[in-house]
């Protein structure tokens, strides 16, 4: 197996912008032209933004977006406790540690036609590089986003240059049963090739299930609790099909964070 974190490396790089980007959400936009220079959409990298030795380890972000021209890489995240905490704290031209870029990139298609998008609150953060991607290589893309309230919803305006659509789904308005209508009107009228969703089991099932019925490969993002990054720690298994019957253990790290939806079994 080729491990893509060969070109892993860790870095200092500089913190060039830290904004709000919704309640908790927040995008920060640091300096590390080593790790951006080899980074590829459906990659992540492991940040640690503080001196102290607590928390011990780095934390795993999406790339949101990849800025080769100035050496920048954005994620998006969300606040959930210590770490993204004191993250959000920093302020531009504080150090920030680096290691990246690690997981495998995602495998596009050469020529893809038509692409749908799926990203529930801050999983809607990998979407954007994706989209991207495929506009440069002569494809559509369709995104479908999702989150608990309209204030939640993420990227909208951002996504929409480098989509053909953009639909936004919140549970308040029965955001639910409203994404699967769109998801299958899409998969019917628009012959997509690939599905890729963040931050949501519930959405992942619902394209794995859509997956087998129709004709395009669904991926997810494993959201694996990951303490290494680069295969040590043992920490993020999760459990794919094996060729014939049964199932194996891979890592997130090394394997993913992004696996076909016919493959991975999301528990
Ligand atoms: C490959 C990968 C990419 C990720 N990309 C993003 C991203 O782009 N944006 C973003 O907002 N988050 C992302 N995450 C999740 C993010 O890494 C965690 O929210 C963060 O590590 C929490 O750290 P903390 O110190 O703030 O919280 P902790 O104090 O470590 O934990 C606080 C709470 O969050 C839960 N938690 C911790 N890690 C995770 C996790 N991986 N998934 C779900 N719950 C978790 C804990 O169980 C606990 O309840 C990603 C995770 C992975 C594995
Ligand atoms: S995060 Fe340590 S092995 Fe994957």
Redesign the pocket.
């Known amino acids: 197996m080729f491990l893509h974190c060969f070109w892993a490396m860790l870095i200092t790089g500089t913190i060039l912008d830290l904004r709000p980007a919704g309640p908790e959400y927040f995008v920060l936009r640091a300096h590390a032209p080593q790790v951006v220079q080899h980074a590829a959409p459906g990659q992540?990298v492991m940040l640690q933004g503080w001196g102290e030795q607590d928390?011990l380890l780095r934390?795993?972000?999406?790339f949101h977006r990849l800025d080769r021209e100035a050496g920048a890489f954005e994620?998006?995240?969300?606040v959930?406790?210590?770490?993204?905490?004191m993250i959000s704290r920093l302020r531009p031209g504080d150090p920030l540690s680096v290691l990246g870029p690690l997981g495998r990139p995602i495998p596009f298609h050469e020529a893809p036609k038509a692409v749908g998008l799926i990203g529930r609150g801050?999983g809607v953060?990998p979407m954007f590089t994706i989209a991207e991607e495929v506009r440069r290589r002569g494809g559509r893309s369709y995104a479908l986003v999702s989150a608990r309230s309209p204030d939640r919803l993420l990227c909208v305006d951002e996504l929409r240059p480098f989509c053909q659509a953009v639909w936004t789904f919140t549970d308040d308005a029965g955001g639910g049963a409203a994404l699967r209508q769109a998801l299958e009107t899409l998969v019917r009228d628009e012959a997509l090739d690939a599905v890729f969703t963040c931050g949501s089991n519930r959405l992942a099932s619902l394209v794995a299930q859509l997956g087998q019925e129709g004709h395009f490969a669904g991926y997810a993002f494993m959201?694996?609790?990951?303490a290494c990054g680069v295969g040590t720690c043992k920490g993020c298994v999760c459990r794919v099909r094996r060729d014939g019957a049964g199932y194996r253990y891979a890592l997130a790290c090394l394997e993913g964070?992004v696996f076909p939806l016919s493959e991975v079994l999301i528990e």
Request: proline residues 17%; hydrophobic residues 35%; positive net charge.
């Open positions: 992540f928390p934390r795993p972000f999406d994620v998006l995240f969300k959930k406790g210590h770490g993204t905490a801050s953060s959201d694996a609790p990951m964070p």
